[in-house]
């Protein structure tokens, strides 16, 4: 059976895996191992500890791809092995939850004016670095949801699935979380609008 990646849903890709045909598992690693490693970054900061993670989630994935249910969405699944992954390691490093990426202002800050001003750039880094260091200070139970949202643009069922909490609760809890970020700027001396 000849199989282009690029027509394939990962539904369909992970139902021929399951049929033993194990060689299509690649094109899901190939999808997904960037997500993955993204996702990682937002707990871990050691390049080898996030490898070390990508791969045990994919080899997790592997093992269990038969509980997979195909009438599902294979990215919800394979965030929830990777949730269930990044929150036994943190465990096992006594909790650091570390955020070192690159959160998108305009997230937060959506009336940004032009590219092509050196000094926005400047402030654009600045605050970047800011909302970073907000987003540390947040409780770990806002922070996955909120970058599960904004920066792997899960929708709030996706991220209930992931982490086995209703669909109300999400919203509730990024919701919450962008409160929290909005008092600890404020805290910070900074002005929100």
């Not at 080899?59 to 269930?84: P, T, V």
């Not at 909302?131 to 209930?160: G, N, Q, R, V």
Request: proline content about 3%.
């Amino acid at each position: 059976m000849i199989i282009l990646e690029s027509e394939q849903k990962d539904e369909k890709i992970a139902l021929l895996v399951q049929s033993g045909q194990s060689e299509f598992f690649g094109i899901l690693v190939k999808r997904y191992e960037e997500k993955m490693r993204r996702y990682a970054q937002r707990f871990f900061s050691d390049n080898e500890d996030r490898k070390d993670i990508v791969q045990d989630i994919f080899i997790k994935a592997y093992i269990n791809i038969k509980s997979f249910d195909a009438e599902r969405k294979f990215s919800s699944w394979l965030y929830r092995i990777a949730h269930n992954e990044l929150v036994n390691n943190l465990k096992k490093k006594n909790n650091i939850f570390l955020s070192l990426f690159d959160f998108d202002l305009d997230t937060f800050f959506p009336q940004s004016s032009s590219e092509d001003d050196p000094n926005e750039k400047i402030d654009k880094k600045n605050m970047s670095k800011l909302i970073s260091e907000c987003l540390d200070e947040l409780p770990d139970k806002y922070k996955e949801p909120i970058t599960l949202y904004y920066l792997e643009e899960l929708s709030y069922k996706e991220i209930a699935d992931v982490m086995s909490i209703p669909t109300s609760t999400v919203g509730i809890r990024i919701q919450r979380a962008k409160k929290l970020m909005k008092t600890i700027f404020q805290k910070k001396g900074y002005k929100y609008e």
